[in-house]
């Protein structure tokens, strides 16, 4: 039976996984590879030591799989996208790889939104502009590394990179590279008007040649084979942005699903076959599927924000987030005037808002407080499911992945918050497995994404929302959006 690796590449851990041609998981292994330690804001890796955390989990994962090498047909990535890993002429980096969420570059941001630059590069790039992004980071490090600017010769991101350093040869895979404020989504290349607009023209010749998501630039290199334990020629393929492989995990094919992810980040990604007209700005991209587009919404807004709860003041509860269950399944829904703000590390609603409880009285306790931590996750995370819903309609199924999912609880208030039916989707590792499906495709196991996900992808259970608390919600869900504008009026914390 033919095998396929994905090698999830996260902001602080990478992870490999190997499954068989029905998605049958054989061995996962996962290694911290945490940010370096920096000025506030900063956020960098050492490509390096990346690549070698990358070998080291593939080594381990064929090790424990007992998969022989030469049953396994492709390798594929996911990896968070955005960001920066750029390559001098010898292949070396340039620097060190800079994560999504560095926030270095925020003044150009702000500049560039009250000059109305974003405005500009909406209509070619799609993208809602933030620091995290390469053109971001490229025009920050022009202006503040000049000798490093000048000697980039090609511009990554995360998986770029990985494939780099397994093939010998360099490319730009699509899901992510569209999204990097560089290139013109709807017709698929890189867009000279947006270098211009972004102040960075001399930056065009260093764009990397662009690869699909199962196109295979080259196989595993000996080097490389040594260095894995993967054996020489194995096929390698473009792979994704983990928020597509997540949705090729939940099934998205067409414009019937929207997946809701929940972990880190709230993220909803909706397929459609062109970009339609939209008043306010998303944040599109080209999908793995040819001719398709993607569109999400997200903030980190989400687990986090519980984790915090319960690392301080449930630090020595045992099975900690059963107990949380536990104590918000047995309150009425929606029945507190206790809101919790979940935004302990980001605001999808407003500069201005920081992480909060608001409307506690001396009846409230622990439960109460928890249920207003569930529902201040999912009410922001429903903030960006109304902007999804405003394009694609209510006639969808929402689908979620993502830790959370494991809490019937929390689903089921997802459910009712937004008044439609949900599938849990019983993936452990979407990252690993969504990159395995693009390799199942791209070596021809399948001949197309619909045909590898019918095969591969995991079952949901369908939870219907509970009508009888749908008024509750409404309300409370009302108050939330108020006081969060109002508390965004005030001037930011110091």
């Known amino acids: 039976m033919a095998h396929f690796l994905g090698v999830d590449i996260g902001g602080s851990v990478i992870k490999s996984g190997l499954y068989d041609e029905r998605g049958s998981e054989k061995a996962v292994v996962s290694r911290n590879d945490p940010a370096i330690a920096g000025p506030v804001g900063?956020?960098?890796?050492?490509?390096?030591?990346?690549?070698?955390?990358?070998?080291?989990?593939?080594?381990?994962?064929?090790?424990?799989s007992g998969v022989p090498k030469s049953d396994i047909r492709g390798v594929s990535f996911s990896a968070h996208g955005k960001g920066l890993y750029a390559v001098d002429r010898d292949g070396e980096p340039v620097r060190k790889g800079i994560i999504s969420s560095d926030n270095r570059a925020m003044p150009l941001v702000r500049q560039w939104k009250t000059e109305r630059v974003d405005v500009a590069a909406y209509p070619f790039a799609y993208q809602q502009v933030w620091p995290g992004h390469p053109v971001s980071l490229l025009a920050w490090l022009k202006a503040n590394e000049a000798d490093n600017y000048g000697r980039i010769h090609r511009i990554l991101m995360a998986h770029d990179w990985i494939r780099y350093k397994l093939t010998g040869e360099i490319g730009a895979e699509i899901?992510?590279?569209?999204?990097?404020?560089?290139?013109?989504?709807?017709?698929?290349?890189?867009?000279?008007?947006?270098?211009?607009?972004?102040?960075?023209?001399?930056?065009?010749?260093?764009?990397?040649?662009?690869?699909?998501?199962?196109?295979?630039?080259?196989?595993?290199s000996a080097r490389a084979a040594e260095e894995t334990g993967l054996l020489a020629g194995t096929p390698v393929y473009g792979g994704f942005f983990d928020v597509v492989s997540a949705a090729v995990c939940a099934g998205l094919a067409d414009q019937r699903y929207i997946n809701v992810i929940m972990g880190t980040w709230t993220i909803e990604t909706w397929i459609a076959d062109k970009i339609p007209a939209a008043e306010h700005p998303y944040t599109w991209g080209r999908y793995c599927i040819p001719g398709k587009f993607f569109v999400h919404e997200g903030s980190p807004t989400s687990a986090s924000n519980l984790e915090w709860f319960v690392r301080t003041f449930m630090p020595d509860v045992a099975q900690p987030y059963q107990r949380c269950d536990e104590m918000v399944a047995a309150l009425k829904k929606g029945d507190t005037g206790v809101q919790f703000l979940p935004y302990l590390f980001s605001s999808n609603l407003g500069d201005n808002l920081a992480g909060g409880f608001y409307g506690l009285a001396n009846a409230h306790g622990l439960p109460h407080l928890l249920q207003a931590v569930y529902e201040g996750i999912c009410f922001a995370q429903h903030s960006h499911l109304e902007r999804i819903l405003a394009l694609s309609g209510r006639d969808?199924?929402?689908?979620?992945?993502?830790?959370?999912?494991?809490?019937?609880?929390?689903?089921?208030?997802?459910?009712?918050?937004?008044?439609?039916?949900?599938?849990?989707?019983?993936?452990?590792?979407?990252?690993?497995?969504?990159?395995?499906?693009?390799?199942?495709?791209?070596s021809g196991t399948y001949a197309s994404f619909l045909d590898a996900m019918a095969a591969m992808c995991p079952s949901g259970t369908r939870m219907e929302p509970d009508g009888s608390a749908?008024?509750?919600?409404?309300?409370?869900?009302?108050?939330?959006?108020?006081?969060?504008?109002?508390?965004?009026?005030?001037?930011?914390?110091?």
Request: hydrophobic share 45%; net charge negative; glycine share 8%.
């Open 470 to 494: 749908a008024i509750r919600y409404r309300e409370k869900y009302a108050y939330f959006r108020e006081l969060a504008r109002a508390i965004n009026t005030l001037p930011p914390a110091a």
């Open 42 to 64: 900063w956020s960098e890796r050492d490509m390096r030591s990346m690549w070698q955390t990358v070998c080291s989990t593939v080594r381990q994962v064929i090790a424990e």
């Open 396 to 442: 969808r199924l929402l689908r979620l992945t993502g830790g959370p999912a494991r809490s019937e609880v929390w689903m089921q208030m997802v459910a009712d918050i937004s008044e439609m039916p949900v599938e849990v989707m019983h993936v452990k590792e979407s990252g690993c497995l969504g990159a395995a499906i693009a390799a199942a495709v791209g």
């Open 175 to 220: 899901t992510n590279i569209s999204g990097s404020d560089l290139f013109n989504v709807d017709r698929g290349e890189y867009e000279p008007a947006l270098f211009k607009l972004f102040g960075i023209e001399e930056m065009m010749e260093c764009t990397a040649p662009v690869i699909g998501s199962t196109e295979s630039p080259a196989g595993v």
